[in-house]
């Protein structure tokens, strides 16, 4: 017969932090002069109430796993590690053409990555913040040692190209950051919520459906509700807002990003405004956007930047991390 | 919350409009029209419409928004709520 019995556990690890991002954004261009040849728009109402100049479209046979194999790849060639080093892959999703197979486990088979947990994650634009969290805690816990996290998304498959409400809007790419083990945390607190209550607000209503926005609703909820979120963070970082060198908020809308950004008042913090030439991405926008910002040189290693993602759930999620 | 007097509102809202939108204060007076006369839009209208919201503790929902097309509606749409 037997009895209770005490498990082992592995050690508790202090902190994780980002060792490098990478981002992939599919070659095809699509500016707002092409779209204005296809539904009732223009350049200059796109550029003002969305900020948007172009965006990236990838082709048809061109899938969510060849664009985070992509940026995956770009981030752990950055990061000095090498593909037995990664031993879980998280990929943060809305997007996907299929229910299954997960796309995790695919990536990781492509990029030659020896067997790890992989799993998908879906909280569509706050998705790449949840997963970031998900791998600070599996490294903190001792689950995995180092974790390749990517946003990736198709959103061209589910848009109505003649609705102009939302055809103008979305766009695909990916972006992936590479998660270890650190002495000192360089991945903050999480502070995440959401609001279910308006989950008609964006979504998908079925496999024949597209993608539905409430513009204006959302609007109002993401210009009031998120920057809290993201000035919780910060406290909960230790942070203090003056002190942050970038604010990368979801690449939403520049409107709302410039909305957030002005209420967080961080006087020296660059505010990614990658949605000018990426589009809305989704899950992947915020780390694109961060990845370009540091091959830009925009930014200072080692210096804290504010994540902030927000979006379909209505769900959201942000944290403090380290710039690599 | 003190119901505030129509100037007050007036030069409350006239400060809003200057921090969201850049609009000089001296521009917004009661007659202007959001659209036609001041050139603000759906989506600026409404950050100006939370803004407004925290000054005056007055909520202005999306429906009622669409019925504000000048300042002098909102003034009225506060006094209103106010009372």
């Not at chain 1, 990555?113 to 805690?137: E, K």
């Not at chain 2, 036609?36 to 005056?56: N, W």
């Amino acid at each position: 017969m037997t009895g209770p019995v005490t498990f082992r556990v592995p050690p508790t690890v202090p902190g994780s932090r980002v060792l490098a991002f990478g981002d992939y954004q599919p070659a095809r261009v699509v500016t707002n002069d092409d779209l204005a040849e296809m539904v009732d728009t223009n350049d200059e109402w796109i550029r003002s109430r969305v900020g948007i100049r172009e965006r990236r479209i990838a082709a048809p046979e061109e899938t969510i796993v060849d664009m985070a194999v992509q940026a995956g790849g770009k981030a752990l060639a950055t990061s000095g590690l090498t593909p037995d080093d990664i031993d879980l892959v998280i990929v943060a999703t809305c997007s996907a053409e299929t229910p299954m197979p997960n796309h995790a486990a695919s990536v990781a088979y492509r990029l030659g990555l020896n067997a790890p947990g992989a799993y998908d994650l879906n909280s569509a634009c706050s998705g790449f913040c949840y997963a970031l969290s998900a791998a600070d805690s599996a490294v903190r816990t001792g689950a995995a040692r180092n974790v390749l996290v990517i946003g990736a998304e198709k959103m061209s498959q589910w848009l109505d190209w003649s609705d102009r409400s939302t055809c103008i809007i979305f766009a695909d790419g990916a972006g992936a950051a590479v998660v270890a083990a650190s002495d000192a945390p360089g991945v903050g607190p999480v502070v995440w919520g959401s609001a279910g209550d308006q989950s008609d607000r964006i979504m998908i209503k079925g496999r024949e459906s597209f993608i539905l926005q409430d513009g204006q609703a959302v609007f109002r909820w993401a210009t009031t509700a998120i920057a809290p979120v993201a000035l919780e963070a910060c406290e909960r970082a230790g942070v203090a807002p003056r002190d942050l060198a970038a604010i990368v908020p979801h690449q939403a809308n520049l409107r709302i990003i410039d909305a957030i950004a002005r209420k967080i008042k961080a006087p020296d913090a660059v505010v990614a405004r990658d949605i000018v030439t990426a589009g809305n991405t989704s899950g992947a926008s915020i780390p694109m956007a961060l990845a370009r910002m540091i091959e830009r040189g925009e930014v200072p290693s080692g210096a804290p930047a504010l994540l902030v993602g927000f979006g379909a759930g209505l769900a959201y999620a942000a944290q403090v991390i380290q710039i690599p | 919350m003190a119901v505030a007097t129509e100037q007050e509102i007036l030069d409350g809202l006239a400060e809003i409009i200057d921090e969201i939108v850049g609009i000089d204060k001296s521009e917004v007076t009661p007659e202007k029209n959001f659209i036609d006369d001041l050139d603000i839009d759906s989506l600026s209208m409404v950050e100006i419409a939370v803004a407004a919201q925290d000054k005056f503790g007055v909520e202005i929902p999306d429906d009622e928004l669409r019925n504000l097309k000048t300042v002098k509606d909102v003034i009225n749409f506060v006094q209103n709520l106010q009372k």
